[in-house]
Antibody, heavy 128, light 107 residues
């Protein structure tokens, strides 16, 4: 059974650095057919993609948070870590990690990906 | 444009059919995936690729895509289908996009 679980602080002060950990089980972070991604959701708002990391360590981040957002992994611990620097109240959200899988349609050539499963999420509040 | 656009809300009578749409330039080159989120819960995958449905998702859910628009159809909507539905796809750089979500109300 594949599971992901987010952990980290509940409350962070403005200007501080937020560090969240996603601990996975049921698959390997070295599996080249999948990646791990972070997504957040401010209260009452839509989902926002943040970052992803492939098995080879290649990363990508949302352009809107570039420079503040970092993602890394420790395959031996089955963990993916998200770091967000210089937080402000606008970073208050539920943060989810999810497994990212890939595919392509043979007939049309269209590529696609999907997030499955998701962790339950962890609510982080940025406040002084 | 690197955005995905969804109608904020749609409603359907119990047992009837409803289609939720997602529009964006990236959908001309990549298929969407769809997620159902009930209040207080994490999203779950309900459709991906051309028309693939994960195990455990009822076959009343189906998907399609054409000319920059992806669609999620619920045929014979049930009360438990009431939720917010999000579309997602990648862009040409490999970055991920989410729609703003559509709140489905089952009357």
């Amino acid at each position: 059974q594949v599971t992901l679980k987010e952990s980290g602080p509940v409350l962070v002060k403005p200007t501080e650095t937020l560090t969240l950990t996603c601990t996975v089980s049921g698959f390997s972070l070295n599996d080249p057919t999948m990646a791990v991604t972070w997504i957040r959701q401010p209260p009452g708002k839509a989902l926002e993609w943040l970052a992803r990391i492939f098995s080879n360590g290649e990363t990508a981040q949302s352009p809107s948070l570039e420079g503040r957002l970092f993602i890394s992994k420790d395959s031996s611990k089955n963990q993916v870590v998200l770091t967000l620097t210089n937080v402000d109240p606008g970073d208050t959200a539920t943060y989810f990690c999810a497994r990212l899988l890939f595919g392509a349609d043979i007939l049309t050539g269209y590529a696609y990906n999907w997030f499955d499963p998701w962790g339950r999420g962890t609510l982080v509040t940025v406040s002084s | 444009s690197s955005e995905l656009t969804q109608d904020p809300a749609v409603s359907v009578a119990l047992g009837q059919t409803v289609t939720i749409t997602c529009q964006g330039d990236s959908l001309r080159d990549f298929y969407a995936s769809w997620y159902q989120q009930r209040p207080g819960q994490a999203p779950i995958l309900v459709m991906y690729g051309k028309d693939s449905r994960p195990s455990g998702i009822p076959d009343r859910f189906s998907g399609s895509s054409s000319g920059g628009t992806a669609s999620l159809t619920v045929t014979g909507a049930q009360a438990e289908d009431e939720a917010v539905y999000y579309c997602n796809c990648r862009d040409s750089s490999g970055l991920q996009l989410f729609g703003g979500g559509t709140k489905l109300t089952v009357l």
